[in-house]
């Protein structure tokens, strides 16, 4: 996977999946953690950035994924468990083979032995509700944009 720490800094290559349905965003979060996010997960060396989601969707819920469009590039910085991130993500649109396949109401469990995930359907409408990272996403989910952006992340205090 394309990760490299230093010390108490991290660099991150990760894609993300964009998955709506029936007017629903999936999110998933670390079991413990506070916030949401997409769904996705480091890219492995020489692997394109789309076919990582293909891999981490099935890895994480045992699914078939099939990748649209891009959306975002993410350059992002933050801060998790002490240590600061500098990560670059791609942002992918993708419909799931079996969307109907997880309940739309409530949490569930992802498949991935090494990783405690949970997911959950959130409404589009109710998503300022949802405390999700990176914060952007609120309003990007709302409204997809029609061709690839580019967008610039610091959550880091000065």
Known sequence: MLKFDQGNVCFNFRSAAVIIHDNHVLLHRTVGDSFWALPGGRVEFFENSDTTLNRELFEELGVTA?????????????????????????????????????????????????????????????LSDVKLKPEFLQVGLIDLPSETKYIKVCEIAA
């Open 66 to 126: 099939v990748v649209k469009r891009h959306l975002w590039y993410v350059e992002n910085f933050f801060e998790y468990s002490n240590k600061k991130f500098h990560e670059i993500a791609n942002y992918f649109f993708v419909q799931l083979e079996e969307p109907h396949q997880f309940p739309m109401n409530g949490v569930f469990s992802g498949i991935e032995s090494d990783a405690d995930l949970e997911f959950k359907w959130f409404p589009l409408s109710e």
